[in-house]
């Protein structure tokens, strides 16, 4: 199973960028998944969610209407596109597949947002 995470970056505070975390080794399509980030110091919290086929998402209050998170069960790829970015957002992000009683994790990639 790989999970591999790009699209991370540095960035000026309310700049934009956008996610991808590529899967292989699973059946993509009958996996929730999510994106995590944990900052230095911080747990790892979830960020947004999306159920297998895509029609129901969830997010954290911190960066709802900001963020969006998709998926194309046909590249077996996930995506978060990030905007109005934010210093507090930075964080190092990961990807994660869940289905029950298995979960994985991808190595994650760096997000830095200057003020």
């Known amino acids: 199973v790989q999970l591999v995470e790009s699209g991370g970056g540095l960035v000026q505070a309310g700049g934009s960028l956008r996610l991808s975390c590529a899967a292989s080794?699973?059946?993509?399509?009958?996996?929730?998944m999510g994106w995590y980030r944990q900052a230095p110091g911080k747990q790892r919290e979830l960020v947004a969610g999306?159920?297998?086929?895509?029609?129901?998402?969830n997010y954290a209050d911190s960066v709802e209407g900001r963020f969006t998170i998709s998926r194309d069960n046909a590249k077996s790829t996930m995506y978060l596109q990030m905007n109005s970015l934010k210093p507090d957002d930075t964080a190092v992000y990961y990807c994660?597949?869940?289905?029950?009683?298995?979960?994985?994790w991808g190595q994650g990639t760096q997000v830095t947002v200057s003020s």
């Open positions: 994660n597949a869940r289905n029950p009683p298995w979960y994985h």
């Open positions: 080794g699973i059946t993509f399509s009958i996996n929730a």
């Open positions: 999306i159920s297998s086929g895509g029609a129901v998402t």
